[in-house]
């Protein structure tokens, strides 16, 4: 059974640029969420992708976008990037279908803007 | 809406010493309620998790109770070690109402240092 795995794991971009994160969920997971963990802060949620939908949406500009491919992987996708958009964004996979399934995180890309 | 509130650290121990974090939520529904771990470089780690009212979550030597009364959800251990050095971070996620609600919100979290 493999895990949750993210790419990159570090990248450098430049203000105003656009940027593509990518996430492998965990095996029979259907369900991706993002969150951007700043530094020092708790993660925040960005987004839910549940069979190639968005399920649901946290406090984030239309800028942050993203998809979920049949095979239940998913991207994440910044445009006009901000300085304040640097930060640590994790994936995690669960199960839908079942009550309260638990998340599983990936290790992470470290997003830094400059 | 939902939050959660923790005991802001850092929190340094030495090895063999009690630990308690505190963490109290904000919801509606019945949430169900996590402990997370980060390791330095690392993602999240869920530590343990509680899905009801009175439910106690263990793991490691760790334990945390659902306090529906009080809602609270403490962190606790008799004897850390160093290896337990990390942020924890307290959780919460909404109830199932026919779709998936999975989002998770989380506290700020509380760096623990613990000393041999």
């Known amino acids: 059974e493999t895990g949750v795995t993210q790419s990159p794991t570090h990248l450098i971009k430049t203000r105003g640029q656009q940027v593509t994160l990518r996430c492998s969920s965990q095996?029979?997971?259907?369900?991706v969420s993002w969150y951007q963990q700043a530094l020092g802060q708790g993660p925040q949620f960005i987004f839910q992708?549940?069979?190639?939908?968005?399920?649901g949406r946290g406090n984030f500009p239309p800028r942050f976008s993203g998809l979920q491919f049949p095979n239940y992987s998913s991207e994440l996708n910044v445009n006009a990037l901000e300085l304040d958009d640097s930060a640590l964004y994790l994936c995690?996979?669960?199960?839908?279908?079942?009550?309260?399934?638990?998340?599983?995180f990936g290790q992470g890309t470290r997003l830094t803007v400059v | 809406g939902d939050s959660v509130t923790q005991m802001e650290g850092p929190v340094t121990l030495s090895e063999e010493a009690f630990l308690t974090i505190n963490c109290t939520y904000t919801?509606?529904?019945?949430?169900?309620l996590f402990w997370y771990v980060q390791y330095p470089g690392e993602g999240l780690q869920l530590l343990l998790k509680?899905?009801?009212?009175?439910d106690k979550g263990s793991n490691k030597g760790f334990e945390a109770t659902y306090r529906k009364e009080t809602t609270s959800f403490h962190l606790e251990k008799g004897s850390v070690q160093v290896s337990d050095s990390a942020v924890y971070f307290c959780?919460?996620?909404?109830?199932?109402?026919?779709?998936?609600?999975?989002?998770?919100?989380f506290g700020k979290g509380t760096l623990l240092t613990v000393n041999p």
């Open positions: 992708y549940y069979r190639e939908e968005e399920n």
């Open positions: 095996s029979g997971h259907n369900t």
């Open positions: 959780a919460l996620s909404g109830g199932h109402s026919g779709g998936s609600n999975y989002k998770l919100t």
């Open positions: 919801a509606t529904g019945y949430p169900s």
């Open positions: 509680a899905t009801k009212a009175d």
């Open positions: 995690a996979s669960s199960l839908t279908g079942q009550r309260n399934t638990e998340a599983f």
